[in-house]
């Protein structure tokens, strides 16, 4: 069949030949090696219509080459924009806040109150606190890692309740 399309592929009935025996294979090479997010259906689709735009210029044996190499080409800008777009946005993250600075301020500050007061407390106590409310562990599983009773894990987290309230203005906690 090729012997009656002569070699030009700007020839209606020669394109699309061209187009019947490789837009399946282009399409799952496309798929298999870049996924589905750099929609091959489209990308094979633009591969033939550069194909067209060039028909004068390429030859029926070096057809398949062409749309392989322009699909591919395009497959890679693809994920060149996209990776782009996601350095820009971790570049750009929400670089402001409804927050007034005051209260930034506020913040930070208690923040910072808030570590030293915790750093002061015993250490027994600040494991307690931290285990129970950092990681929400369970009084009782509390007792098994530090091999103490629930009764001296209770004292522990109740008396660092105390001296954080006691330290630290405002604060509550659940």
């Not at 394109?15 to 282009?26: C, M, R, S, T, V």
């Not at 749309?67 to 996601?86: C, D, F, G």
Request: aromatic fraction near 12%.
């Amino acid at each position: 069949m090729a012997k009656e399309l002569n070699e030009d592929i700007c020839k209606e009935k020669v394109f699309e030949h061209i187009y019947n025996k490789y837009a399946q294979d282009l399409q799952s090479f496309l798929f298999y090696k870049y996924g589905d997010k750099s929609n091959p259906n489209d990308l094979t689709q633009d591969a033939f219509i550069k194909l067209w735009d060039n028909c004068k210029s390429v030859s029926l044996s070096k057809a398949k080459s062409f749309l392989y190499k322009v699909a591919n080409n395009m497959a890679l800008n693809v994920i060149k924009h996209e990776k782009v777009i996601l350095k820009y946005k971790q570049e750009h993250k929400n670089n402001y806040t409804n927050e007034s600075p005051e209260f930034l301020l506020e913040e930070n500050q208690f923040l910072e109150q808030y570590k030293r007061v915790l750093e002061n407390l015993k250490e027994e106590q600040r494991v307690a606190f931290l285990l129970s409310k950092v990681e929400g562990k369970k009084h009782r599983e509390i007792a098994e890692i530090l091999g103490v009773s629930q009764k001296v894990v209770e004292y522990r987290i109740y008396t660092a309740f105390s001296t954080l309230k006691d330290e630290l203005e405002g604060f509550k906690i659940k």
